[in-house]
């Protein structure tokens, strides 16, 4: 069939012009090259696909019904390679982004709206979830990459981390007081003390670094978002740990206040993150790109 499919272009050519040369014209062929083309389909099939006459070529009646479906099929031919372009120039598809509720609205968003500005007919599709579940996401196939806390440990995922963020502890008005000098740790660990469940990577990050520093970390509260986080900080529930770029709406309001600490925590980052064994679809490259300008996948 392969080798048939120039033959079938060619019959359906001279099948649309009813003649031979006009056909070797549109196909820039010499009129010889055109007639052997269908000389040698018609010896394959073993049938007649024209009548030659004085004033052109017509078809047989079997030829008839093998044009039929040889415009079908070279139509469906035609608006594969079409969909194939669409793919490649972004004018269809669809990117699936696994995210965490905080990243998502205080990094992804603008990222987010860029994309789709950029790239109308890619649908998204955002699956929600922690660090861990976002990993699942990703290995599970349903998700194309993945933007998360890191960091990450995972010999089947390529990591990119893209934005430095620090961990922070913030107070209302009723431990003000402890913002005038830096806080150690042995003062700040008897305070009551507000955290992410034990589920979230940035609170094992801050966990893992208080234990090398001797210190079991038992919070007062344990909350499923960081928004909670800085509404309990604010009604002076106790002093919560943050992400300093989430939380500079309630900083730069006064609203909540920084406790500087004679030991500040280590930066992290978020990256973006993908399987190494799967090639990433182009809408991810160019997401990835977007996100992270000194990727370069192509």
């Known amino acids: 069939m392969i080798g048939k499919l120039d033959y079938y272009r060619i019959f359906n050519v001279v099948s649309k012009n009813k003649s031979f040369s006009k056909a070797a014209e549109e196909l820039f062929m010499t009129q010889s090259a055109v007639s052997q083309a269908i000389m040698k389909l018609e010896k ?24 039929e479906y040889v415009q079908s099929a070279l139509g469906i031919l035609h608006a594969g390679e079409e969909k194939l372009l669409e793919f490649k120039h972004l004018t269809t598809g669809q990117l699936r982004i696994g995210v965490g509720d905080t990243i998502s609205r205080y990094f992804l968003l603008p990222y987010l709206e860029m994309f789709h500005l950029k790239y ?30 890191l960091p990450i440990q995972d010999e089947q995922l390529q990591v990119h981390p893209c934005k430095q963020i620090h961990d922070i502890f913030v107070c209302g008005e009723k431990y ?27 609170r094992n990050y801050v966990e893992e670094y208080l234990k090398e520093q001797g210190y079991q970390l038992t919070p007062e509260f344990e909350l499923g978002s960081h928004d909670l986080l800085l509404q309990f900080a604010q009604i002076n529930l106790g002093i919560a740990c943050v992400t300093k770029e989430f939380a500079m709406e309630y900083l730069e309001k006064g609203l909540l206040y920084e406790l500087p600490l004679q030991q500040p925590l280590p930066e992290r980052s ?3 993150c993908h399987l190494k064994s799967v090639p990433l679809s182009r809408a991810a490259k160019k997401f990835s790109e977007l996100i992270h300008p000194t990727i370069a996948y192509e």
Do not use: W
Not at 56 to 62: I, K, N, Q, R, Y
């Open 44 to 67: 394959e099939l073993t049938i007649p696909l024209f009548h030659r006459t004085p004033k052109g070529a017509v078809l047989t009646d079997e030829g008839q019904v093998l044009y």
């Open 120 to 149: 109308p007919g890619i649908r998204l599709t955002v699956l929600n979830g922690t660090t861990s579940e976002i990993r699942n996401f990703i290995r599970a196939g349903e998700a194309d990459v993945g933007v998360c806390n």
């Open 176 to 202: 003000k007081n402890l913002t005038k000098k830096p806080v150690p740790l042995s003062l700040l660990m008897k305070m009551p003390l507000i955290f992410l469940g034990n589920k979230a990577n940035s």
């Open 270 to 272: 978020i990256g973006i």
